[in-house]
């Protein structure tokens, strides 16, 4: 089979790695990829969202099957393009898509069929929203409605924190035409989970549970980023918190999207609060979350491949999806001054013995075949134990063979995992 993975960053990674594992893949084309995916496939100079670029080189080169892993192409609508032109894909329609496309529908969707979720509202006139924060307390969240590079939510702290926000998004255009829409929305309170979910539209299959750790800095403090680092599974994710989920949150959201006339296939991601009043919705993303991805699938032990083409083809229900008892680290190697301004070029060091577990996000390569820095988020160190405290100890030791100038990363990835486990 020749295989298309739309993206290029360290979830793609993840997921080109684990697809390699199937023998019937014979080829993978990485569009865009990255200077570390060209050692485990083909890439290819196309952006994630050149959609006409990417449907005629999948024709062209006659491409079995297409993973669209990162939000933009799916909010766009390229599954669409390449179902119409025959080729099969793991992801949701453009109609589906919306659900992380647009906060103001998913919260819509959550009020209209009782999926618990933080109280809101919903604005497209400023001067509405900053009357609406004189009657409100902090902290409280401001969201832009549209994508935003996972960056587009900000925590105010003080109702002028929460003005200063409304005004950033909707008068200045910092997230452009994302901001046009606003969400306010309660201040919710508990420890945060992600899960991901295989779903063909019909049967839901969680993935194992992981935590992300958004802030720049050690201690969750400093500026949102796209993710420093995750663990899996979640200690706070307990067999009584799955239950209640599946029950009050992921079928409904499921059923809610048929109702809806989109029928969602492919990767739904949950991002949820545990609250003192249960498990609530802070957002949903239509892909693999990053660098989630980089944690749950080094230990599934199904294979990829097969599980995708189920939710493709309508086949989850039969379908084994098994992951290891074990625990898993990463650990993200960022461009020092990320997420703001940082330098580029840098040349990356990486011992050969592990190469296989390290994820690149953000380096390409150079005339000499000499992997350099090019991205905020580098790469991520992943290492898998029996225990908790022994999969971050391996990782921090990945870490420790892996150099380039300029490099920052975390010192506390998984800290708060370890206290709850206690």
Same mark, same amino acid.
């Given at each position: 089979?020749?295989?298309?993975?739309?993206?290029?960053?360290?979830?793609?990674?993840?997921?080109?790695?684990?697809?390699?594992?199937?023998?019937?893949?014979?080829?993978?084309?990485? &569009?865009?990829?990255?200077?570390?995916?060209?050692?485990?496939?083909?890439?290819?100079?196309?952006?994630?969202?050149?959609?006409?670029?990417?449907?005629?080189?999948?024709?062209?080169?006659?491409?079995?099957?297409?993973?669209?892993?990162?939000?933009?192409?799916?909010?766009? /609508?390229?599954?669409?393009?390449?179902? #119409?032109?025959?080729?099969?894909?793991?992801?949701?329609?453009?109609? $589906?898509?919306?659900?992380?496309?647009?906060?103001?529908?998913?919260?819509? &969707?959550?009020?209209?069929?009782?999926?618990?979720?933080?109280?809101?509202?919903?604005?497209?006139?400023?001067?509405?929203?900053?009357?609406?924060?004189?009657?409100? =307390?902090?902290?409280?969240?401001?969201?832009?409605?549209?994508?935003?590079?996972?960056?587009?939510?900000?925590?105010?702290?003080?109702?002028?924190?929460?003005?200063?926000?409304?005004?950033?998004?909707?008068? +200045?255009?910092?997230?452009?035409?994302?901001?046009?829409?606003?969400?306010?929305?309660?201040?919710?309170? /508990?420890?945060?989970?992600?899960? &991901?979910?295989?779903?063909?539209?019909?049967?839901? =299959?969680?993935?194992?549970?992981?935590?992300?750790?958004?802030? $720049?800095?050690?201690?969750?403090?400093?500026?949102?980023?796209?993710?420093?680092?995750?663990?899996?599974?979640?200690?706070?994710?307990?067999?009584?918190?799955?239950?209640?989920?599946?029950?009050?949150?992921?079928?409904?959201?499921?059923?809610?999207?048929?109702?809806?006339?989109?029928?969602?296939?492919?990767?739904?991601?949950? /991002?949820?609060?545990?609250?003192?009043?249960?498990?609530?919705?802070?957002?949903?993303?239509?892909?693999?979350?990053?660098?989630?991805?980089?944690?749950?699938?080094?230990?599934?032990?199904?294979?990829?491949?097969?599980?995708? #083409?189920?939710?493709?083809?309508?086949?989850?229900?039969?379908?084994?999806? *098994?992951?290891?008892?074990?625990? $898993?680290?990463?650990?993200?190697?960022?461009?020092?001054?990320?997420?703001?301004?940082?330098?580029?070029?840098?040349?990356?060091? @990486?011992?050969? +013995?592990?190469?296989?577990?390290?994820?690149?996000?953000?380096?390409?390569?150079?005339?000499?075949?000499?992997?350099?820095?090019?991205?905020?988020?580098?790469?991520?160190?992943?290492?898998?134990? +029996?225990? &908790?405290?022994?999969?971050?100890?391996?990782?921090? *030791?990945?870490?420790?063979? @892996?150099?380039?100038?300029?490099?920052?990363?975390?010192?506390?990835?998984?800290?708060?995992?370890?206290?709850?486990?206690?």
């Amino acid at each position: 089979m020749k295989l298309l993975v739309v993206g290029g960053g360290g979830r793609e990674h993840a997921i080109i790695k684990a697809l390699k594992k199937n023998k019937d893949v014979e080829e993978i084309f990485a &569009l865009p990829g990255n200077g570390g995916i060209a050692k485990d496939a083909t890439c290819v100079n196309i952006g994630a969202k050149d959609l006409d670029k990417i449907v005629a080189f999948a024709k062209e080169n006659k491409i079995d099957y297409a993973v669209v892993a990162p939000d933009d192409p799916l909010v766009l /609508g390229l599954v669409d393009l390449l179902n #119409k032109e025959g080729i099969d894909c793991f992801g949701p329609t453009k109609a $589906a898509a919306i659900i992380e496309g647009s906060k103001a529908f998913s919260k819509d &969707l959550m009020k209209k069929y009782n999926i618990p979720t933080a109280k809101y509202e919903v604005f497209s006139d400023e001067k509405k929203a900053l009357e609406y924060l004189d009657t409100q =307390k902090a902290p409280i969240v401001v969201k832009a409605d549209g994508l935003a590079l996972g960056k587009g939510v900000i925590i105010a702290q003080t109702i002028k924190e929460a003005k200063d926000a409304v005004k950033s998004m909707m008068e +200045d255009k910092i997230f452009g035409k994302s901001g046009d829409n606003i969400v306010i929305e309660e201040f919710l309170e /508990g420890p945060e989970v992600s899960v &991901l979910a295989f779903t063909d539209g019909k049967v839901v =299959k969680p993935m194992i549970s992981s935590m992300d750790h958004k802030r $720049a800095k050690d201690f969750d403090e400093g500026l949102n980023t796209g993710g420093m680092g995750t663990i899996a599974p979640n200690p706070y994710y307990t067999k009584d918190i799955a239950s209640i989920c599946m029950e009050k949150i992921f079928l409904p959201t499921i059923d809610a999207m048929n109702k809806e006339g989109r029928t969602f296939k492919g990767c739904l991601y949950f /991002g949820l609060m545990i609250t003192k009043d249960g498990p609530k919705v802070i957002e949903y993303n239509c892909r693999f979350g990053d660098p989630e991805t980089q944690v749950v699938l080094p230990l599934l032990e199904s294979d990829l491949l097969t599980i995708m #083409k189920a939710t493709t083809y309508g086949t989850l229900e039969n379908t084994e999806v *098994k992951f290891s008892n074990k625990s $898993a680290c990463c650990v993200v190697m960022a461009s020092n001054g990320y997420p703001l301004h940082y330098e580029k070029g840098f040349k990356i060091d @990486i011992a050969n +013995d592990i190469l296989d577990k390290v994820y690149v996000a953000g380096a390409t390569l150079n005339d000499k075949g000499e992997l350099l820095t090019s991205g905020g988020r580098v790469l991520g160190a992943v290492d898998i134990d +029996d225990t &908790l405290k022994g999969a971050i100890s391996k990782a921090y *030791k990945l870490v420790d063979k @892996i150099h380039f100038d300029n490099a920052y990363y975390r010192k506390d990835i998984g800290a708060r995992a370890l206290k709850a486990e206690v």
